[in-house]
């Protein structure tokens, strides 16, 4: 049985000499939902963005459902794929980011159809109707018409997270996607991922809502100083962490979130 | 008529002013679609090309705008004719001044799209656009938006500078006054005209430009 939707396998990235990934291997299982947490700077965010080569890894490989993401051999030679190259590919993997990134010159029915009208080659009835759908599925379908600078922060990352339902990709990678969120309007974003994780949806989530990863994810990766240092169940690495530097972690963070350490 | 009437000088200068018109049509295109072309390469081009493509660009940017129209327009229609490549008062003032304009458009929309959030562009290559469809659906609507005071700006400038095209026998609206100042004698009544006629052009262009960015405005 082969469920294996993403493995990444010795993935590492430096900037200007300084190692941000060292040597990083997970792999995740289709309707899986993985969580990676860890201190600021640990290496998640490149991590996550290295899967769909927003940043071009220095090694590694990765592979979306038996597929090599980002390389190919042109002349006997292998080497990383062009932005154009990489299309294709990207529109198998949605992402959403921290700052949400809506297209502010559209309107919200127009930022979620863009993905299906031009990468997916829909007729622009049936991405508009797409679109309505996948606004549906984040209660946002009364804000159609509205542009993205009418709308509050959370109703726009679901904006967002509905743009990339609506490019149908096997897996969605989440960017710490309520870290630029007023308190008051996390609740209704984590709310949509929840639903989305119930709904069988594949994702990776990098997130610093320690008690959200514990809830929702099926697996934690705890990344510190670009290696994984602690993974598994979530419940396990979150309550029972094994990793001095995980219990460490947990502990300042749960201070803040009033968890037990 | 009278060719000291000011019926017969409007209608002398107003064939002065048709040239005008397309030769800062033609200059506009030119400068539109080259500046264009420059600021996307000068932005979006990546590593090992990059640091060439910033040094051609920013060293035509920089000698473009350093040099005055009219030695352009000299070099272009003087210059080459001595070597034998006789262009026409008006191709030779299109090409100039759509050069110089080239060199100032490409600084405006680089600085237009160095301002977008590198994000937006991200997020749209991120969701399986090509960067070329990304450049049209999220970079270009927006950049034009940001930069349309600008291009008024500019369309304004370069309307009134097609008169140095004078200087070069460009029978435009300066070139058809003068002659009818050494003709007629009626200085301030021929440059009169010639001033309202400058005027009854660009503000139209002003008005329109005005009113494109209100309308861009007002959605959102």
């Not at chain 1, 990383?80 to 992402?95: F, K, T, V, Y």
């Not at chain 2, 021929?190 to 006629?197: P, Q, V």
């Amino acid at each position: 049985m082969n469920d294996t939707l993403l493995t990444v396998n010795g993935l590492k990235k430096s900037y200007g000499g300084t190692p941000v990934l060292r040597d990083i291997s997970f792999s995740l299982r289709k309707g899986e939902t993985l969580s990676l947490i860890g201190p600021s700077g640990s290496g998640k965010s490149t991590c996550l963005r290295c899967i769909n080569f927003l940043e071009r890894p220095d090694a590694g490989e990765i592979s979306l459902d038996g597929e090599r993401i980002g390389r190919v051999m042109k002349r006997g030679r292998e080497r990383d794929m062009s932005d154009r190259e990489l299309a294709p590919q990207r529109r198998h993997i949605g992402m959403v980011f921290q700052l949400f990134y809506l297209w502010p010159h559209l309107t919200v029915r127009d930022n979620v159809a863009l993905p299906a009208l031009k990468a997916g080659g829909m007729s622009r009835s049936d991405a508009r109707k797409l679109a309505l759908q996948s606004l549906d599925r984040v209660h946002l379908l009364h804000k159609a018409d509205d542009y993205p600078e009418r709308l509050s922060g959370g109703e726009q990352q679901r904006v967002a997270i509905a743009r990339t339902l609506a490019q149908k990709a096997k897996l969605i990678l989440f960017d710490e996607p309520t870290s630029a969120l007023d308190p008051e309007l996390v609740g209704e974003v984590l709310t949509v991922i929840r639903e989305l994780a119930d709904d069988g949806l594949s994702m990776i989530l990098v997130t610093h809502e320690i008690r959200f990863a514990r809830d929702v994810a099926d697996r934690v990766i705890f990344m510190d100083g670009g290696v994984i240092v602690e993974e598994g169940p979530a419940a396990k690495v979150i309550d029972r962490p094994q990793k001095e530097r995980t219990r460490a972690f947990l502990g300042q963070v749960g201070a803040a979130e009033g968890l037990p350490a | 008529m009278n060719p000291g009437s000011v019926p017969a000088i409007l209608a002398t200068l107003l064939a002065g002013a048709l040239t005008a018109l397309q030769i800062a049509t033609g200059a506009a295109l030119l400068a539109f679609a080259l500046g264009l072309l420059l600021a996307v390469v000068n932005v979006f081009v990546r590593a090992p090309l990059a640091r060439a493509t910033h040094l051609v660009i920013g060293a035509y940017v920089e000698w473009m705008r350093n040099v005055p129209a009219l030695a352009h327009l000299f070099i272009l229609y003087f210059g080459l004719a001595s070597v034998g490549w006789q262009l026409s008062p008006k191709v030779a003032a299109i090409t100039g001044l759509g050069l110089v304009g080239a060199a100032v458009l490409c600084d405006v929309f680089s600085a237009a799209m160095r301002a977008l959030p590198a994000g937006q562009r991200e997020a749209a290559l991120a969701c399986g656009l090509t960067p070329l469809q990304a450049l049209q659906t999220v970079v270009l609507p927006q950049v034009l938006q940001f930069t349309l005071p600008a291009l008024g700006n500019y369309a304004t400038q370069l309307i009134k500078d097609t008169a140095i095209a004078s200087a070069i026998a460009a029978p435009e609206i300066m070139f058809y006054a003068r002659s009818l100042v050494t003709s007629t004698f009626q200085t301030p009544l021929i440059y009169g005209c010639a001033i309202l006629l400058y005027a009854s052009v660009i503000y139209p262009v002003n008005w329109a430009f005005a009113r494109l960015e209100r309308r861009l405005g007002a959605g959102r």
